[in-house]
């Protein structure tokens, strides 16, 4: 069985952490809400449209509400400000669905069910809901291979040069020795020799 990566390791550590601070377990609810809510004002705008799936995003969110705290009034004011469109009556059946039996999604299943795109996820900054066209060993290569580019590009702005610059820039690499048809040794010598200050 192989270990996981030392950054997943750590962020589940961290994930713990803050899951119990204090003492007390944290609910990812509040952030899950914020980024559906984020997610949905993306691809629609201020309101959700009068169709099929506008009403099945309310029903998510209403879902999620229902497990927190005061949650007939966020509910009723979300829809209100989301979906104004809906009648009352049609609304208040909704919530009443919701309360009859309400739904707790994972992640993977969370993300299919809004058909959340990688690039949705990582342009909202989305970290309670997984994409449904990646799984985590290609958005692991991803990560890995941006937190490179970044590294790299850090690097060059320190003045590192890139490998292919520095070897052909280096001596070595060179090999003036083969040139003048004398030994790697006896080359270095005589520089020596000749520039006092490198020996």
Known sequence: MTRPAPHIVKAK????????RNGRKFSMAPKRLAEID???????????????????DALIMLHHFAHGGDALN???AWMARRAPWMPPGEANALIDRVFAKPIKWGAETMGKRLRL??????KLKIGTVWAFDITREEAAAIQAQTRRISREAKRRLKGAKPRHEYEASAIGHAKPW????????????????ASPQLQ
């Open 178 to 193: 083969i040139a003048e048809g004398i030994s790697k040794a006896t080359w270095y010598r005589r520089q020596k020799q």
């Open 38 to 56: 984020r997610l949905l004002v993306h691809r629609y705008g201020r309101e959700l449209p009068d169709d099929d799936a506008g009403r099945d």
């Open 117 to 122: 795109t990688w690039a949705e996820r990582t």
């Open 74 to 76: 966020r509910m009723t």
């Open 13 to 20: 550590k961290r994930e713990i952490q803050i899951r119990h």
